[in-house]
């Protein structure tokens, strides 16, 4: 939610805009760069980090694009406030007339070998012309962080400068600029100076401009001289690019599947190599304005929402600053400059399937869209029990028809890929889930992955900040992989440990109350989470009230009958059904839906065929589990039952 806050001064207004975590995990703060101005239309901004660590962004501005006025205006962030439009630099002739200015690039070049940062100039380049296939490269340098410029230099004629995103700097020193044509079709190449811009080489156009017409381009660093540019294009479609020497030659320019409505994007490559790119998801309009993520800038995922509401958002700048923070600022409305401040260790990527953003589902639509669901976790789960009962709310609600529920639990599995010293007797460590995540995954082909974890990955000892960080690790590396499939993720708080019935030195259910509340924190970054733990504990210390044997878990760790029931419930409630998950039992729940109560033991059946078949497919570390029949056979024999099903049902 974003909550404005206005104060009428003597001269301007002063608005402070503030924007809560609520508007999207990662995002620390918005603002708008300017309030008032003695323009009325700005566009093209861009941002820079100069080398005293002062953010300096520039725009151009006048009456409207292409009017003669319009000139390149600068803002700086000083004491945490950005100063007043200043403009510094403008389209003059020296016969007096004037022509528009374009698209300014900030950029502070660092040194080559010993020499000292300081001395190296802030750069503006910036375009002068009628049109963007008329126009001419300025550049003007700054000593001061952009206080005061130097007077304008004209590059020379086929040299633009970066057309409209930040150069890179190459690992020799040079400077590698990203730019594009518009005089005989949209064409992308790229431009190079080994000395601030006095002298230049440049490639030859690397598309013809009529099978895709493609301008503004970004770097990325893949690793060594792999470099990877990416932008926009009249296909509505963003475009990818790569070189295997450091730009000196380049591969064929294709069309990525990520919409955009032929309007400019930006992207960085981050310290820990991670890819940003910010853009308009969307064929038409320039509204919303998203944020994507990738490792190998091949597959992306939704990461953040920067504007949704109708207007014009557009035209992205981004950089990361020497604090690790990631700062953009875009066009809003063409009436301001806004400027957005990310935590990247804080986005939560969600896959971007064909092309599609992802929704934001509610729990009960998130389930209409998962037609393979696939249930992890430790023995608790490996038992089917409570999966067998979700699977028959769903089988009851749903005539039997429609979601294929696998259920890939293996016992004694952990997520932090701990084990305590001498586990089962010392035969063999606990399995790590890791091991055979990426073949359950390609194995079982999920929608959705539910997955149960923790009472094992505390390995019944006391809180352990270490062993706390690994289980930590462990689910944000299960979630990571299971989205990177294009499957949605949902994480069950862990159950609880009956101290009484298991008793120890200190009470390791405190343990599992830490795991359980960081995973309901996690809510907050946009996590599907679903709370056992909580649920649980409050249960049993009810019923103890009046039965102090009561348990749902005799050996302290396992569920009995009821409380596998009771784990399904918070599932059932979760996904939005609150009547079937207020019953007592399951029967009552198969009545409250009109199902025969011979339908548990038949999906019990199904539900035990599929595990068998698919764990023991899959492969793992852990002894004493019976193989399954092959996935063909056990298919094919849950098909019979599935029949039996329907035909339950339809009595």
């Not at 660092?110 to 008329?134: C, E, I, M, N, Q």
């Not at 509505?236 to 030659?249: E, F, P």
């Not at 009046?546 to 009821?562: K, L, M, R, W």
């Amino acid at each position: 939610m974003i909550r404005t806050r206005c104060w009428l001064g003597l001269v301007f207004s002063l608005c402070v805009t503030t924007v809560s975590l609520a508007d999207g995990p990662g995002l620390l703060k918005s603002e708008f760069v300017y309030e008032t101005a003695p323009f009325p239309s700005c566009h093209a901004s861009t941002i820079v980090e100069t080398t005293n660590g002062k953010l300096v962004s520039a725009f151009f501005a006048g009456t409207d694009e292409r009017d003669p006025d319009v000139g390149i205006w600068v803002c700086r962030l000083v004491d945490g406030k950005w100063t007043l439009p200043v403009e510094v630099a403008n389209g003059v002739q020296a016969d007096g007339k004037r022509h528009p200015c374009w698209n300014p690039v900030l950029f502070q070049p660092r040194p080559a070998g010993d020499a000292a940062r300081s001395k190296l100039p802030l750069l503006l380049f910036y375009k002068v012309g009628p049109s963007p296939s008329t126009w001419w490269g300025m550049l003007r340098t700054s000593d001061d962080d952009g206080q005061t410029w130097s007077e304008a230099r004209r590059l020379p004629d086929g040299i633009w400068g970066p057309i409209k995103n930040k150069p890179v700097q190459l690992a020799s020193g040079d400077i590698l600029c990203p730019t594009s044509s518009e005089h005989d079709g949209w064409r992308v190449h790229f431009e190079r100076t080994s000395d601030l811009g006095k002298t230049w080489t440049r490639t030859e156009p690397l598309n013809d401009g009529k099978k895709i017409g493609a301008i503004q381009p970004s770097v990325l660093f893949l690793g060594g001289d792999k470099l990877l540019a990416l932008g926009r294009t009249q296909q509505k479609k963003i475009y990818r690019i790569a070189s295997n020497d450091a730009g000196k030659t380049w591969g064929e320019l294709t069309l990525t599947s990520l919409p955009n409505p032929n309007s400019g994007t930006d992207a960085v490559t981050l310290k820990d190599g991670t890819h940003l790119l910010v853009y308009n998801h969307t064929p038409r309009g320039r509204t919303p304005l998203n944020m994507a993520v990738s490792r190998d800038g091949a597959e992306w995922g939704a990461a953040l929402v920067l504007e949704s509401e109708p207007g014009e958002y557009s035209y992205p700048a981004v950089i990361q600053t020497s604090d690790g923070l990631v700062h953009v600022t875009y066009t809003w409305k063409r009436q301001r400059v806004r400027h957005a401040v990310i935590d990247p260790a804080k986005l939560q990527m969600k896959p971007i399937v064909d092309g599609a953003w992802p929704k934001d589902l509610s729990a009960a639509d998130l389930l209409k869209e998962s037609m393979r669901i696939v249930f992890l976790g430790d023995s608790i789960t490996a038992a089917g029990v409570y999966v067998a009962c979700f699977d028959a709310w769903l089988a009851a609600k749903n005539d039997g028809t429609s979601h294929h529920v696998i259920d890939a639990g293996l016992p004694s599995e952990t997520v932090s890929g701990l084990s305590e010293e001498g586990h089962a007797g010392g035969k063999f460590p606990r399995p790590d889930l890791a091991e055979r995540l990426e073949r359950v995954l390609g194995l079982t082909k999920p929608d959705l992955v539910i997955a149960c974890y923790g009472i094992n990955c505390g390995i019944y000892e006391p809180f352990d900040a270490g062993r706390f960080e690994r289980y930590q690790r462990g689910i944000r590396s299960l979630k990571q992989a299971v989205e990177k499939r294009g499957a949605r993720f949902v994480v069950v708080t862990p159950p609880l440990y009956d101290d009484k019935r298991g008793p120890k030195p200190f009470s390791y259910n405190e343990v599992l109350d830490r795991y359980s509340d960081w995973l309901l924190e996690r809510r907050t970054d946009g996590w599907n989470v679903v709370d056992l733990h909580g649920p649980m504990t409050r249960e049993v210390a009810r019923r103890r009230a009046t039965d102090p044997d009561f348990t749902f878990q005799p050996d302290g760790v396992h569920p009995n009958e009821a409380g596998q029931w009771f784990v399904a419930r918070q599932l059932i409630r979760w996904f939005g059904d609150e009547r079937s998950a207020a019953a007592e039992t399951p029967g009552e729940m198969l009545k409250s839906l009109g199902a025969p109560a011979e339908l548990l033991p038949t999906v019990v059946q199904r539900v035990n065929l599929l595990r068998d078949s698919y764990v023991g497919a899959a492969g793992h570390k852990r002894p004493g589990i019976a193989p399954g029949l092959p996935v063909s056979e056990a298919e094919k024999k849950a098909e019979e039952l599935s029949a039996q099903i329907r035909a339950l049902l339809q009595k």
